[in-house]
T-cell receptor, first 111, second 116 residues
Framework: GENVEQHPSTLSVQEGDSAVIKCTYS??????FPWYKQELGKRPQLIID?????GEKKDQRIAVTLNKTAKHFSLHITETQPEDSAVYFC??????????FGAGTILRVKS | GAVVSQHPSRVICKSGTSVKIECRSL??????MFWYRQFPKQSLMLMAT?????????EQGVEKDKFLINHASLTLSTLTVTSAHPEDSSFYIC????????????FGPGTRLTVL
């Protein structure tokens, strides 16, 4: 089955700097890659997603890139703010909506 | 739009009792709902896929007789943890998909289960 690896497990950045989180997946049939932000005790919130027919997608300070050949995708957050501090999860799906999640990255933005 | 609710938000029960958690899609119909379990500082692990009108599909290692899932309507799925034990204490989260062509899952707020 699908396996999603996520790195780093923790990431500390200074306010205003950029943060990059990387994920790799194993199943080449996966075609949908969402990123979620989860605050402590809360539900995961979709922040951006990308489908396999697109290489890059951007929404204000957040962008995602996908390399299908290498089977990896990355989340980029620019101009980080303290409110960006949370746990971020990548996930992969190959239809049927079933998501396989990465282990998560704790992002700390220091002001 | 696309709001999913869960009830209860928190529950504390004694070991050996059963607990039912409800997941509702409030403003859309969901033919498919998913149940996840999340232990502290860990990722979401899919437990089962709940399909309206049919039996749930359980992930490997998840006991279907212990975690009973009923998808009674297009807006309601329930998870019953039977004979709960302290190791079942976790954060249980459901998600729902609005329609067969959408990839996006909408998550409920989660239920914190503590088994004493």
């Amino acid at each position: 089955g699908e396996n999603v690896e996520q790195h780093p497990s923790t990431l500390s950045v200074q306010e205003g700097d950029s943060a990059v989180i990387k994920c790799t997946y194993s199943d080449s049939a996966s075609n949908y890659f969402p990123w979620y932000k989860q605050e402590l005790g809360k539900r995961p919130q979709l922040i951006i997603d990308i489908r396999s027919n697109v290489g890059e997608k951007k929404d204000q300070r957040i962008a995602v890139t996908l390399n299908k050949t290498a089977k990896h995708f990355s989340l980029h957050i620019t101009e980080t703010q303290p409110e960006d501090s949370a746990v971020y999860f990548c996930a992969a799906s190959k239809g049927g909506n079933k998501l396989v999640f990465g282990a998560g990255t704790i992002l700390r933005v220091k002001s | 739009g696309a709001v999913v609710s869960q009830h209860p938000s928190r529950v504390i029960c004694k070991s050996g009792t059963s607990v039912k958690i409800e997941c509702r899609s409030l403003d859309f119909q969901a033919t498919t709902m998913f149940w996840y379990r999340q232990f502290p500082k860990q990722s979401l692990m899919l437990m089962a896929t709940s399909n309206e009108g049919s039996k749930a599909t359980y992930e490997q290692g998840v006991e279907k007789d212990k975690f009973l899932i009923n998808h009674a309507s297009l807006t309601l799925s329930t998870l019953t943890v039977t004979s709960a034990h302290p190791e079942d204490s976790s954060f249980y989260i459901c998600s729902a998909v609005p329609g067969s062509t959408s990839n996006e899952q909408f998550f409920g707020p989660g239920t914190r289960l503590t088994v004493l």
